[in-house]
């Protein structure tokens, strides 16, 4: 994870160094959701949007800078804030819903991605000004992020990692593939509104501290039993409404699915600002600040 930091940092310094006219910066905010093994209706668990839960869908917010790399091509390096959550009592599926878990996780990206533009116009309303335009791409790339889900237990939120509900302390840093579609409109050259969705493909499958089975060996104190089982929260009218499912809980027993990994979602809009630099043959001219000596330039007869 330092690693890719150190990377995208290295990049970004770079390309601020030979080109800082073709940057815009932007800050956005919007919704969040995510794909793991808490939510669904009664089936089983399904790949995408089909497993979410709009009820648990929460927010996002973030900055970001851009730089134009090639007509057709963007470079975006963006760090975002995302809140996604969980809670089996909104499930109605039996197995997930008498697992009794809730989580929360206050995700820390940082994604570094290529924006293709498939479409665009650079002078919406015919005005031959080129002052507003309209751009949709698709984009992909790297980043990673910081995960540490909570659970509420006892009327507080709890960090789960710490404990190692199913046997495994997992990593706090992971990487990610960020994937999806956007678009912006430019107004007067320097103003941009837009829009994206970001699906988030990562390599855990912990964001909700669920995977695989419960520990085969029983924590020695009562509050880590508690905090992992949390079928003994439901007591007896939950033995009473469905004891196969209730008793499918237990010490080395499944608890999640761990042929899946956990994925997240991002839908939001975004504000940015375009700098406008001068161009290569205004600095050619008068230096790179605009304060240098004016060159002399040779005349051209031109030839047909």
């Known amino acids: 994870m330092k690693k890719l930091i150190l990377s995208i940092f290295i990049i970004s310094c770079t390309f601020s160094l030979k080109s800082q006219w073709l940057w815009e910066y932007g ?50 390096l963006a760090f975002d804030y995302i809140r996604i959550e969980g809670d ?25 991605t290529g924006e293709w533009f498939f479409y665009e116009n650079n002078d ?49 840093f992971v990487l990610n593939i960020p994937m999806g579609l956007g678009f912006y409109f430019t107004f007067d050259k320097k103003h941009r509104l837009g829009f994206e969705m970001n699906y988030r493909k990562t390599f855990t499958d912990y ?20 905090l992992v089982l949390r079928t003994t929260e439901l007591g ?20 999640g699915d761990p042929t899946h990994k956990d994925a997240y979602m991002t839908m939001s809009v975004s504000y940015s600002y375009v700098i406008r630099g001068k161009s290569s043959f205004y600095r050619a001219r008068h230096g790179f600040f605009g304060k240098g000596k004016k060159r002399k330039m040779r005349k051209i007869r031109a030839k047909f």
């Open 27 to 76: 800050g956005a905010v919007g919704a969040s959701n995510y794909l793991g093994d808490i939510g669904g209706k009664e089936k089983t668990r399904k790949d995408f949007v089909a497993d979410m839960k709009l009820a648990k869908t929460r927010w996002n917010g973030g900055a970001f800078v851009r730089y134009k790399w090639r007509p057709k091509l963007s470079l975006k």
């Open 88 to 112: 089996d009592k909104l499930s109605t599926n039996p197995g997930r819903k008498y697992r009794n878990f809730n989580f929360k996780n206050d995700v820390f990206d940082l994604g570094f």
């Open 124 to 172: 919406l309303g015919n005005t031959y000004r080129y002052r507003n335009g309209f751009r949709a791409y698709a984009f992909a790339g790297v980043g990673g992020f910081y995960t540490s889900p909570k659970s509420l237990y006892q009327g507080e939120w709890v960090k789960m990692r710490p404990y190692a509900s199913e046997g495994y302390e997992y990593k706090a």
């Open 207 to 226: 964001l909700d501290d669920i995977s695989g089975n419960y520990p085969t060996e029983k924590p020695t104190d009562g509050y880590t039993q508690g």
């Open 236 to 255: 007896a009218q939950g033995l009473s409404d469905n004891v196969g499912a209730y008793n499918s809980h237990g010490w080395g027993q499944k608890r």
